[in-house]
């Protein structure tokens, strides 16, 4: 007899649920004011499609790189975020399956917004090929500005806390030029490119990144004491430009003891701009001090479009189909890429997300001291996401 | 387009040789030779454009009076439709006495390349202190101001359908501020008219109306009674006329041409004058289409380009009171968008607000409606995105 009542009475409160569903929904729509969902139209124009979806090009790159994207791919279905991947398969260790870099550039240049695991780099060119797969994609999309934000995540010990600072490397010139010549037998010469145009137009970069993101200071790591000429065009260009930003902070620092003060006292940085290699090893040096390639996010800016890749560029190749990778930085890239588009709700519902499990702090990967997979990182992520936000 | 013209203007002997910033001048010329007697060479280096990952980074300038509440309703709609620019706000305190914030504003100009802003209060009476619009529109250079005059259909006036440009010069003539007291009580202010700026602003109009499928050029001007500064900018346009013969060229002195205006203003395509004229015109024709709030103004450089509402009134008597109408800063705005490429967005608005005012009838008391500015707002973001 409870039994009939408890069926009946729940079939009836379900049933005025629906009803109240209907009502609801037929009461607001009329009023002209109704929002929209505010990611039907919310976009870039070039990435929008009919219905409002977006397009971002993926490459899922190489070593651990796939495992990440589909970890992405996973929160995206859960959370319905509208977005669609444009995939390619793009590989310089595995060059007779990689898509053309034709066809993924302009994939890119289309959707102006990229997603992209890491790119293996061999050590030895074996067909006399100076520049790398990666190189060439940014020469090709002008990518000049790579931005990684290093900053400490919640419930991971680490020797420093509440290190925030944002790392804006050049990486189209400098030491990255690929030209290289052996003019007698046994002398290399490397080329090091700086240009007073490339130069002024990172330090723009930065300066213009710290106004928006509300920074303070910026500083500038150079070796113009070594390389007068080169390091001291950038340097001067960046003190040029420091003119028009008089609310901003300006300061130099040599990059020997810009290392020394990153591992010492990196609560003194905010956002830096460095030529090409130095971007890359303080990146990777700052990436170190709050956990690893695993949990840092960057992206690579052009004047048109936007990839969004790790921090710190591994492709952990020792952990290929082990599933114990960390998505973190993958999951904060595809965050980033989402408040880009404007559909910063999504964003905040995958930042919270993250943040939660970190402060939950039962599901560890292995690079984190604990003993989860990847998939269960992902369906933590997944089980935090509020769809309230 | 102004840089396009630029690079015309270059070829020119007539201009003189152009100097990649101030600061590489020779040392000759002293800062007062630089202000008053080589306008030309204040020629600004060029800086990268503010445009990362297919977003732009735009100065906002809210100034004072209903400034800082319509520029609030642009960021609503901005990131309602999810518009990809992201504003630096600059406020100026009009009640200081230096120049600090104003030259602020206008290095964020620099940096940014583009600016919307409010009208901006110079409250300080004090001579040292200049006019803080002047000072904004002489430092950037933009010699060039744009105003599109078109009727809204939904807006009570005496005359239907008026369709005018005016093109003004936006940085000498009166507004050169250079004013003395030679003899006690008698005050001397000159109006300053060079060949450059002249033909610049007038190549300009040219441009544009040939740009725009525009047939007729009209030169407002004086030059019956000041031959020689009036008569300058009418020979110079009268010269580049002939560059551009498919398009009608006439003059008009100012008297007539305001006269004209208030009777006849369907004669008129678009207008070319000088500062002042310019200033009085803007405000005639703004009159005759139902007031300061409906259109909005564009001033260009060869570099820069800043976005406002077309009157320059702050409207301090009605800030707050929720009255204010919103459009002009909207269609600035609107403007803005268009001027960086972004045309989807640009349309999308300019719909709503078409829709807004000539369907839905949706305005404020200036113009003869019931609704307040929020009104007005909910109603253009209600309109936003239906006709897809």
Redesign the interface.
Known sequence: MSLISRNVFRALVQGSQHVGKGVHTSAVNPEKNVCLAPHSISTLQSQVSKEGRIKCTLIPGDGVGPELVYAVQEVFKAASIPVDFESFFFSEVNPTLSAPLEDVVNSISRNKICIKGILATPDFSHTGELQTLNMKLRNALDLYANVVHVKSLPNVKSRHNNVDCIIIREQTEGEYSALEHESVPGVVECLKIITAQKSERIAKFAFDYAVKMGRKKVTAVHKANIMKLGDGLFLRSCEGMAKLYPRIQFEKMIVDNCTMQMVANPNQFDVMVTPNLYGNIVDNLASGLVGGAGVVAGASYSAECAVFEQGARHIFSGAVGKNIANPTAMLLCSANLLSHVNLHAYSKMIKNAINKVFQDGKIRTKDLGGQCTTKDFTNAVIHFLDHEV | MAVRLFSKLKALPSVPATYASAAAAPATLSDFDLQHKTPVIRKQKL?????????H?VSMLPGGGIGPECMGYVRDIFK???A?V?F?VVDIDPTIDNDDDVQ?AI?TI???GVGLKGNIETKSEAAYVTSRNVALRNELDMYAYVMNCKSFPGVQTRHKDIDVVIIRQNTEGEYAMLEHESVHGVIESMKVVTASNSERVARFAFEFARRNGRKKVTTVHKANIMKISDGLFLETSRRLAKEYPEIEHNDMIIDNCCMQLVAKPHQFDVMLMTNLYGSIVSNVVCGLIGGAGLLSGRNYGDHYAVFEPGTRNTGTAIAGKNIANPIAMINASIDMLEHLG????AD?IRRAVDKTVNVDRIVTPDVGGTASSTDVV??I?????LD?
């Open positions: 800086i990268p454009v503010a445009q990362y990952g297919g977003r980074a309602y439709i999810g990809p992201d630096e602020y290095t620099k940096r940014n972004h045309h989807f967005h999308m909910q109603s973001m209600g309109n936003i995105g897809h």
